[in-house]
């Protein structure tokens, strides 16, 4: 595949995103995803997934059904969403206003060797969200957009949303978050409220 | 065709669908994710039925473990309905339960094991509960109707309270043979 020179970088796009993130709440699909939603700085309402490829999305609508006042926002991988490509179709029939989901498309499975992926083969994940059902899709190649994607992801009306965020193959530094679940699960939830027991 | 999808005698039986229903609400189970399957049609209407449930109808199984660990992780308890031939399908997901401690409650109704009609359905019947073993996940039996309602809350209380993954195989033999002829 060839790609524009212009595509965007990975870890300013994720900055972007979570400017001013407010009360949002996020989930990030293992591999690259998680390393760039750390990258831009920890935060006790981030659950970095290391595994449970293609659950990102799902764990995304179990939160959003639980916390419908706050915004939830998964970010994750073209490769992670393909695996979990049916939540998509869950997702949009049970329509949760305030779920909104990034996928980072690079075309590629970048922590296993840079095969190319479905989505670099020309499946339109935005298309299928489309076809699924949901009512905000947008496909996104500069910074202006994701500026937009962002606002429109603390609006908890007209939701679910998806945003396909067109990326660069680039290689950027892994930047590790804590790997221990039962730790981010308390922090997660403690940041919310729940006492652990 | 209409396929029958409740034995004949369902009637006569202990209501076992809205003692579990009702069980757990008792333990304040807020979301219910599900594949439907005939043996738990009953509760899925009951859960749609009730505007204080989210019920969330899935196309894959191992999407209800993820969703019930994001449900978790907003204070909410969820329940995930299934059949057993789905039980493989959510393998590599369970791993999210021990990686995380997560809770997990799940009834999944059996086929392939008692007078099974369906030589497809064997395969997956035989290694249901060993599917669920060797993921970590602890294994409940109900084989009788009258003991829903204790079978679910000391399954409930074990994973919301202990955080535990359990799953409860409710036996064929107590589902009843499904009926294969058309009716009119």
């Known amino acids: 595949m060839t790609q524009a020179s212009n595509l965007l970088d990975r870890r300013e796009a994720v900055k972007a995103l979570l400017a001013d993130r407010g009360d949002l709440l996020v989930i990030s699909g293992l591999g690259s995803a998680s390393y760039d939603v750390f990258n831009t700085g920890d935060h006790d309402g981030n659950f970095y997934l290391w595994g449970a490829m293609g659950g990102a999305a799902m764990m995304g609508l179990g939160l959003a059904q639980a916390q419908p006042r706050r915004p939830v926002l998964v970010i994750?991988?073209?490769?992670?969403?393909?695996?979990?490509?049916?939540?998509?179709?869950?997702?949009?029939?049970?329509?949760?206003?305030?779920?909104?989901?990034?996928?980072?498309?690079?075309?590629?499975?970048?922590?296993?060797?840079?095969?190319?992926?479905?989505?670099g083969l020309g499946a339109r994940?935005?298309?299928?969200a489309k076809g699924a059902g949901f009512p905000m899709v947008a496909e996104i190649n500069d910074m202006a957009d994701i500026a937009a994607f962002r606002s429109s992801v603390?609006?908890?009306?007209?939701?679910?949303?998806?945003?396909?965020?067109?990326?660069?193959?680039?290689?950027?530094?892994?930047?590790l978050p804590p790997r221990d679940g039962a730790f981010l699960k308390n922090r997660f939830r403690q940041h919310l409220g729940f006492a652990v027991t | 065709m209409n396929i029958a999808a409740l034995p004949d005698d369902i009637a006569s039986r202990p209501d076992w669908p809205g003692a579990i229903y009702r069980t757990l609400k008792e333990h304040g189970v807020a979301q219910i994710s599900y594949v439907p399957d005939a043996g738990h049609s009953r509760l899925i209407e009951l859960s749609h039925a009730d505007p204080a449930i989210k019920t969330t109808v899935l196309t894959t199984e191992e999407e209800g473990v993820?969703?019930?660990?994001?449900?978790?992780?907003?204070?909410?308890?969820?329940?995930?309905?299934?059949?057993?031939?789905?039980?493989?399908?959510?393998?590599?997901?369970?791993?999210?339960?021990?990686s995380c401690r997560f809770p997990l409650l799940t009834l999944v109704t059996m086929?392939?094991?008692?007078?099974?009609?369906?030589?497809?359905?064997i395969p997956m019947g035989k290694a249901t509960a060993q599917a669920f073993?060797?993921?970590?996940?602890?294994?409940?039996?109900?084989?009788?109707?009258?003991d829903a309602a204790e079978v679910v809350s000391a399954a409930a209380?074990?994973?919301?309270?202990?955080?535990?993954?359990?799953?409860i195989l409710i036996?064929?033999?107590?589902?009843?043979?499904?009926?294969?002829?058309?009716?009119?």
């Not at chain 1, 603390?154 to 930047?175: E, M």
């Not at chain 2, 086929?111 to 359905?121: H, I, K, L």
């Open chain 2, 111 to 121: 086929r392939g094991e008692w007078a099974e009609f369906n030589p497809w359905q």
């Open chain 2, 157 to 167: 209380s074990l994973a919301f309270e202990s955080d535990q993954p359990i799953a």
């Open chain 2, 66 to 98: 993820a969703l019930s660990a994001g449900a978790w992780l907003g204070g909410e308890r969820a329940a995930l309905l299934m059949q057993s031939s789905g039980v493989g399908n959510c393998i590599n997901m369970l791993s999210l339960l021990s």
């Open chain 1, 76 to 119: 994750t991988g073209d490769g992670e969403q393909l695996m979990g490509v049916g939540s998509l179709l869950t997702i949009a029939a049970h329509a949760p206003a305030n779920l909104s989901i990034a996928v980072l498309d690079n075309g590629h499975f970048g922590e296993t060797g840079m095969q190319r992926s479905h989505s």
């Open chain 1, 154 to 175: 603390k609006n908890l009306s007209a939701g679910p949303k998806l945003a396909l965020i067109r990326i660069a193959t680039t290689h950027v530094d892994r930047a």
């Open chain 2, 133 to 146: 073993e060797i993921m970590g996940v602890t294994v409940f039996r109900l084989e009788r109707a009258e």
């Open chain 1, 125 to 128: 994940l935005d298309v299928i």
């Open chain 2, 171 to 184: 036996s064929q033999r107590m589902l009843g043979h499904k009926k294969w002829t058309e009716t009119k």
